[in-house]
């Protein structure tokens, strides 16, 4: 979670950035997101210019303008004034800066992704490829490499999803491969599909059921939960045999194990003593 401080610096650029692209479309919404992004892959290889951009015997005005000087006439004027914003503000460590100006471009990347009415989709593309990397071993500890090149695993990534899921999709897992705010790959994948439903007002819940659940019984596990939680939640389920009966359902820290499986665990376990 950012301090006070960084919250506040990183609201002054979300509010420049929303001002100046009110009248964007979703396209050039989503180009603005790429070219932010193309700044955190700069401030992630660049720890000498994190540094001078966060040093604190500089003004905000400063700073401001060192990234302006480096940025103009390579980025759009959107993109340009809303990073001199981001890096006149006051941050806490130079890494701070540079996961603000991720999640910036995530966030643009979103915004793009809901005025062309894509957000679900795209929530949906995220947590299907999550869970085609988890079931092959081979394709999760290739993408998962921090010493392969981030190109070399964005082409296959393309290779696999080009035609079947959306511009958007693409845009984020790259991001996941980059380790977004430092995480490995697949639990970045988690975080943005969860930072894709809080987009659209919705809570994720993670179920695993012991066979397909058909639309009535997800509907109704939906507002059970919708009712605890009080909003609207999407469902992301994933089917194991192995759990035999019954649902496991994870709410952000909260864990519900109501499976056959834990129950003929906890009854071997009290056997045993």
Do not use: C, H
Not at 103 to 126: M, N, P, Q, Y
Not at 194 to 219: C, G
């Amino acid at each position: 979670m950012m301090a006070t401080v960084n919250r506040e610096s990183y609201a002054a650029a979300v509010e420049k950035l929303t001002a100046d692209t009110q009248t964007a479309t979703a396209a050039q919404i989503a180009i603005t997101a790429d070219e932010i992004l193309s700044v955190a892959r700069l401030l992630r290889g660049e720890p000498r210019l994190r540094r001078a951009l966060t040093d604190p015997s500089r003004s905000g005005t400063e700073r401001g303008e060192l990234l302006r000087s480096l940025l103009t006439g390579k980025l759009s004027a959107v993109a340009v004034d809303t990073l001199a914003v981001l890096a006149s503000g006051r941050w806490s460590a130079p890494n701070e800066l540079l996961d603000a100006a991720e999640r910036l471009g995530v966030d643009t990347a979103l915004a793009a992704a809901d005025k062309a009415g894509k957000l679900s989709d795209i929530e949906d593309e995220l947590f299907r490829f999550g869970q085609v990397v988890s079931g092959n071993p081979q394709l999760s500890v290739t993408l998962s490499d921090p010493t392969a090149p981030v190109d070399r695993r964005a082409k296959l990534v393309e290779d696999l999803l080009t035609g079947k899921a959306q511009t958007g999709t693409l845009q984020l897992v790259r991001v996941a491969l980059e380790g977004f705010g430092g995480r490995s790959f697949e639990t970045s994948l988690s975080k943005l599909v969860e930072l894709t439903a809080a987009k659209r007002d919705r809570q994720v819940a993670y179920v695993t059921a012991a066979k397909v659940l058909d639309d009535a019984e997800e509907q109704r596990l939906a507002a059970k939960l919708s009712d605890i939680y009080g909003r609207q939640v999407s469902l992301k389920v994933d089917v194991d045999p192995s759990i035999i009966g019954g649902l496991s359902v994870r709410v952000g820290s909260d864990l519900y194990d109501g499976t056959i499986l834990r129950r003929l665990n906890e009854a071997r376990q009290a056997f045993a003593k």
